[in-house]
């Protein structure tokens, strides 16, 4: 400890101190008597001109009498200026038997010194246990450290604590805890939702076909920067394919296209030949995102939307809750036409679009994005990686790798399976296991993006199956439910009772309408 000869009433303090130590092991004690050294030191470190500048703080009024003597005014001044502070602000915390779980913020400088072990050591005085801490460089003043400090306190000590703490660090804050992440409520809040994984990403993936080409690498990023740049209403830029993009697309195109008659649904295939006749579907062209969104919005209110990579599963599902399908517009690189380790318009425009394309579907592809707010709630209570593996695990075995019954036979609905012409012969054929569809199941069954699937799941039906996913979620613990609104293209957040009753005021107008169109009919 820094201390001075010269400062002989301060050296008193301190043997004062350590006397009063030794005369009692009273735990409340031995914390007012390390606080008044703390103090004590601190004055001590001071210059002595800043020593004469310090104003009179209202924890030196009045006559020391003894350290506990000290410790009692320490507490009692600490007490008033949390009184004060209460009645200007207000200090957020969660009681729980007694107990406070305070969030608190604040700043240190690190031209303070010892402002940290200060700091620590009114936490330790109030007896708070930290649960957690954090820190990070302050952006408002040079040298400083932000803190954040989840910690439990009595109840009663919740204001002296914070007004302690205030006495030695800047920007003192208590907060709620952020229970719920952000989340697009509506559809132009999608412009925030491209966060890519780059997991397969060809700059940094050494197995991607296209890792070794510099021209492909440097093409698949022109490309996707229309991506990034894309605002939420505009019209999808269109891309001039080459010849050599366009002779990859004509080779998976009419290998698939003739696999189709015998193993896609029959959905998939009446959408196919009307996106053959309205969209540029052949062999000969690649078509372009901004026609084909154009005909999805005729047909089932989807919407396309160019990404620039395989995105993060929130965001994905999130846009699906909007009618959004986020699209990629590059190809994949010309030597491996029949695989890609990423999406690509290949398995974007071949697999996905023409599901999109048919309305029971559309909506049960909504719907599965729509339970997103199942990962906000997870995220509460630490269990997000696993929330997140549900949707995304039911995600996966339905909408990628779906199968489904139709007359007897058993076809393919996932877009993973019909824009690969080896995963679609393996599905159908005896080597794979298939189940029968449950979400409970489907939901814990680990995946295979590396190869082949061991497991499909097969729903009866595209109905079927959206019932039991509603049933399967309805089943799930969560703090609210949201309803999307396509009059806004807009997910309000149902938690309160007069917003379920505008909800339900709007389908009664719907039931109306169904019911006089009912009786003009009988
Ligand atoms: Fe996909």
Known sequence: MPLSSSSTSSTKGIRRAVSELERSDSITVYLDCIAVLMR???CKALPSNTQRDIPKSPRFLGRRQSLIEDARKEREAATAA????EASEQIVFEEDGGKALVNLFFTLTNSKTPALSRTLKVFETFEAKIQHLETRPCHKLQDSLEYFVRCEVHLSDVGTLISSIKRNAEDVKTTKEV????????IADLDKCHHLVTKFDPDMDQDHPGYTDPAYRQRRKMIG??????RHGQSIPRVEYTEEEIGTWREVYSTLRDLYITHACSEYLVALRLLERHCGYSPHNIPQLEDVSCFLKERTGFLLRPVAGLLSARD????????VFQCTQYIRHSSSPMHSPEPDCVHE???HVPMLADRTFAQFSQVSGRRHDLIFHADIYA???LATCFSHQLYWFTVEYGLCKQNGEVRAYGAGLLSSYGELVHSLSDEPETRQFEPEAAAVQPYQDQTYQPVYFVSESFVDAKEKFREYVSGIKRPFSVKFDPYTSSVEVLDNPLKIQGG??????ELKILTDALSVLS
Not at 179 to 186: D, G, T, V, Y
Not at 504 to 509: A, F, N, R
């Open 40 to 42: 004590i030191w601190r």
């Open 82 to 85: 949390a009184e004060a502070a």
């Open 179 to 186: 229970k719920f992440h952000w989340f697009p409520k509506k």
């Open 225 to 230: 920067d229309i991506a990034f740049r894309y």
């Open 316 to 323: 994905f599902l999130a846009s699906l809750a909007f009618r």
């Open 349 to 351: 425009l071949l697999g």
């Open 383 to 385: 269990t997000l990686s």
């Open 504 to 509: 339900l005021e709007g389908l009664k107008d």
